[in-house]
T-cell receptor, first 115, second 114 residues
Framework: GAGVSQSPSNKVTEKGKDVELRCDPISGHTALYWYRQSLGQGLEFLIY????????KSGLPSDRFSAERTGGSVSTLTIQRTQQEDSAVYLC?????????????FGQGTRLTVV | SQQGEEDPQALSIQEGENATMNCSYKTSINNLQWYRQNSGRGLVHLILIRSNEREKHSGRLRVTLDTSKKSSSLLITASRAADTASYFCATVPNYGGSQGNLIFGKGTKLSVKP
């Protein structure tokens, strides 16, 4: 595809429900990142996938959050038993990197609202 | 945890003026990148500077890096109203198993008035 695609673009869910957010990275990109951004704040790192290596999960805020990346391509971020403080924009990015440091391409994000 | 801290948090200037934003970070880095964000959605990459570089230019953008002070600056010359956005620095740390990970600062909100 032309860029990183995220779906849905907006999601409203009831407190306590589970949600799945999807990210389609740019074809061929080996690295995939998930971030969370609360209103007017910076980007909070959640998880980072790099090729076939074990993902860096050090940013996941609780065990209610999990992510997987199937076949080295599409990634799904799952939030179980959502809470109001989970409301934020969830951003996905991908980059082509075999070692450290090339530019990341971002999707437009999923705005999650927990009511 | 966030690696970078941008300064100032907000900056308001007139069109035609230069805008300077600073970023400080904590750990050894492989490279530092600057991104722009409009309207709280996707970020766009502006420029990347490697740890062995001191200055880089791209159009109206000039980035400097001082690894001894663990700081970087982004200068936008001859600003335009369309430059109004939030600007973030992001570092690729050079430690442990997180090579390649991108850690963002909190951003500077730039407002350019016509």
């Amino acid at each position: 595809g032309a860029g990183v695609s995220q779906s849905p673009s907006n999601k409203v869910t009831e407190k306590g429900k589970d949600v799945e957010l999807r990210c389609d990275p740019i074809s061929g990109h080996t690295a995939l990142y998930w971030y969370r951004q609360s209103l007017g704040q910076g980007l909070e790192f959640l998880i980072y996938f790099q090729g076939n290596s074990a993902p860096d999960k050090s940013g996941l805020p609780s065990d209610r959050f999990s992510a997987e990346r199937t076949g080295g391509s599409v990634s799904t971020l799952t939030i179980q038993r959502t809470q109001q403080e989970d409301s934020a924009v969830y951003l996905c990015a991908s980059s082509f990197t075999k070692s450290a440091g090339t530019e990341a391409f971002f999707g437009q994000g999923t705005r999650l609202t927990v009511v | 945890s966030q690696q970078g801290e941008e300064d100032p948090q907000a900056l308001s200037i007139q069109e035609g003026e230069n805008a300077t934003m600073n970023c400080s970070y904590k750990t050894s880095i492989n490279n530092l990148q600057w991104y722009r964000q409009n309207s709280g959605r996707g970020l766009v990459h502006l420029i990347l500077i490697r740890s062995n570089e001191r200055e880089k230019h791209s159009g109206r953008l000039r980035v400097t890096l001082d690894t001894s002070k663990k700081s970087s600056s982004l200068l936008i010359t001859a600003s335009r109203a369309a430059d109004t956005a939030s600007y973030f620095c992001a570092t690729v740390p050079n430690y442990g198993g997180s090579q390649g990970n991108l850690i963002f600062g909190k951003g500077t909100k730039l407002s350019v008035k016509p």
